[in-house]
């Protein structure tokens, strides 16, 4: 029996998505990552991790996909475009569509990112809604050149949590640019529009959504660990 087919007989579905939706086993820390597991199991999944990670030649992507198929959960699909845009024959959905959608699927936490946004639009309203069911939202704001935005989105968002770029001090990274939406560590969408109106109806904006589980806890991953180094801090308006 390979040391695959012994962690898939020996993990439950609920371990190997615990363990694979993990942010250490990202950074291969297998130790850490088996944290969730019951002490009396730990030691023999930590050993079965390493055997499969050997097989695999240490790729810890290819261990992430492993863990996904154990537990059942679709690990990637293929990457849909989402557009605003005119409307075309045969063109893929709106970024506006895409975004609620996303965050209206989020059963545990979302993981999110604008640079500017409208109080009333779909995004801001899909983020709430997702605060107001127990979903733990964070979300990561600009203060540099959007800090009336920054502090709107706070007061909107009562229970959120809400981070921001730390001051600089030489003038590096500064402005918090990116827009993204990742929830449960399944999905992530990666777009070029803000949680605006503009960018939901007028604009011109393409993104792209990939129900990916290692690409989705890889956002998280980078973002829990850039608060970690401070290089991310909580906003205060």
Sequence with gaps: MTAAAELGAFLTKDEAKRIGGSPALGHGLLHQAVRS??????????????????????????????LWALSGVPCAARPQLVWTSPSLPHS????????????????????????????GSSYV???REAVGRGVAVTL??????QAQTATALAGKLAGARIWTMSPPEMGEYAVQHAKI??????????????FSSAAAETNLECGVLLRDAAVAS???????????????????A
């Design 37 to 66: 597991v019951h002490g009396d199991r730990r030691e023999r999944v930590l050993e079965l991790l390493h055997a499969v990670l050997a097989d695999l030649g240490g790729d810890v992507r290819a261990l992430t996909t492993v």
């Design 92 to 119: 893929e959905g709106h970024t506006t569509l895409a975004v609620s959608q996303l965050i209206n699927e989020a059963q545990s936490y979302v993981y999110a990112a604008t640079y500017s946004a409208t109080m």
């Design 125 to 127: 309203a899909a983020l």
């Design 140 to 145: 990561v704001v600009d203060r540099a050149r």
């Design 181 to 194: 939406v990742m929830i449960d560590g399944l999905a992530a969408l990666v777009t070029s529009a803000n």
């Design 218 to 236: 890889s956002i998280k991953a980078h973002l829990d660990q850039l608060r970690e180094s401070e290089f991310l801090v909580d906003y205060f």
